[in-house]
């Protein structure tokens, strides 16, 4: 399975460097407890894919129905919820 996921990784790089760049350097700002609340949009369509996510329920994610607005309102909560984690 690490060889797989290695193969895809290499050719993510190879055909889309930015977006792969950009889940890198997120990956590098935030603390592995860190809370990411995600709306539809290209970075997170990418990062539920390949964004590395270390710790359960860190990485919120709306699954389907357009839900355009998600992030706020599950962003306070997480908030309200881990004041002290990113």
């Known amino acids: 399975m690490?060889?797989?996921?290695?193969?895809?990784?290499?050719r993510l790089q190879e055909k889309a460097p930015?977006?792969?760049?950009v889940m890198r350097g997120l990956r590098e700002a935030l603390a592995p407890?860190?809370?990411v609340a995600c709306d539809p949009t290209i970075v997170c369509y990418w990062g539920r894919h390949?964004?590395?996510?270390y710790r359960p329920?860190?990485?919120?994610?709306?699954m389907g129905y357009?839900?355009?607005g998600y992030a706020?309102?599950?962003g306070l909560?997480?908030?309200v919820a881990a004041p002290e984690r990113q």
Request: proline share 9%.
């Open 2 to 10: 690490a060889a797989v996921k290695a193969e895809i990784e290499r």
């Open 18 to 21: 930015l977006a792969m760049q």
């Open 33 to 35: 407890d860190a809370i």
């Open 50 to 53: 390949h964004f590395p996510v």
């Open 57 to 62: 329920r860190t990485f919120l994610y709306p």
């Open 66 to 68: 357009g839900t355009l």
């Open 72 to 74: 706020y309102p599950v």
């Open 77 to 79: 909560g997480a908030k």
